[in-house]
């Protein structure tokens, strides 16, 4: 079975431009979960999907960052726009059961931000 | 609110030896623990978890950890260590029935030949 898939898997973009990080989590997983590792800091929760709904975006850092699950399959996370300090590492992970025993984990998209 | 430490931001061991990464939390309730690995370039791989039952848990690649209520602890360990498990590893809590971690900082591991 493929795992839960994230890309670009880099990338470099300029202050105050727009950036969209994409997640394919495994097929039939309706819970898809975002987490940020910004530099040096901890990994940290953003938001949990079920199916096409926000189960809960307490993470979410401000108004900058928009994250959508249209139709239930894959994620997309768009900061706009984008700041220095959004710099880091954005994983996405899903999974079948609700809790998070069943987590699988992406191999995470490096954002940076000059 | 739940909050982990990881006391050693990066521990150095030669190869074989054994090795002891440091973690505790904190939180009001009871929680869920869990040890996760990162390998260079690639997503976050689960070396083992505690929900209930034996304090004792023994995870993937030779890994085990302890579960300490009274210190609020969840070391991890490993007796002998290899190249391979050069790495970084990160602590997690999660409430019971939860549908979110709370990481530690991290620690990264480094095997020297």
């Known amino acids: 079975e493929a795992g839960v898939t994230q890309f670009p898997s880099h990338s470099v973009i300029e202050k105050g431009q727009t950036v969209t990080l994409r997640c394919d989590p495994i097929?039939?997983?309706?819970?898809l979960y975002w987490y940020r590792r910004v530099m040096g800091k901890e990994i940290k929760f953003l938001l949990h999907?079920?199916?096409?709904?926000?189960?809960?975006e307490s993470g979410m850092p401000n108004n900058r960052f928009l994250a959508e699950r249209t139709g239930g399959t894959y994620s997309t996370l768009k900061v706009q726009p984008a700041e220095l300090e959004d710099s880091g590492v954005y994983f996405c992970a899903s999974s079948q059961e609700r809790g998070v025993g069943g987590y699988t984990f992406g191999s995470g998209t490096r954002l940076t931000v000059v | 609110a739940q909050s982990v430490t990881q006391l050693d931001s990066q521990v150095p061991v030669f190869e074989e030896a054994p090795v002891e990464l440091r973690c505790n939390y904190s939180s009001s309730v009871s929680v869920y623990l869990f040890w996760y690995v990162q390998y260079p370039n690639q997503g976050l791989q689960l070396l083992l978890k505690y929900l209930s039952g034996s304090t004792l848990v023994k995870g993937i690649n030779g890994f085990e950890a302890e579960f300490n209520k009274s210190q609020t602890s969840f070391h991890l360990r490993k007796p002998s260590v290899h190249i391979s498990d050069t790495a970084e590893y990160f602590c997690?809590?999660?409430?019971?029935?939860?549908?979110?971690?709370?990481f530690g900082p991290g620690t990264r591991l480094s095997v020297l030949p």
């Open positions: 997690a809590v999660s409430r019971p029935y939860g549908q979110n971690f709370v």
């Open positions: 999907f079920v199916k096409e709904s926000k189960q809960d």
């Open positions: 097929s039939g997983h309706d819970n």
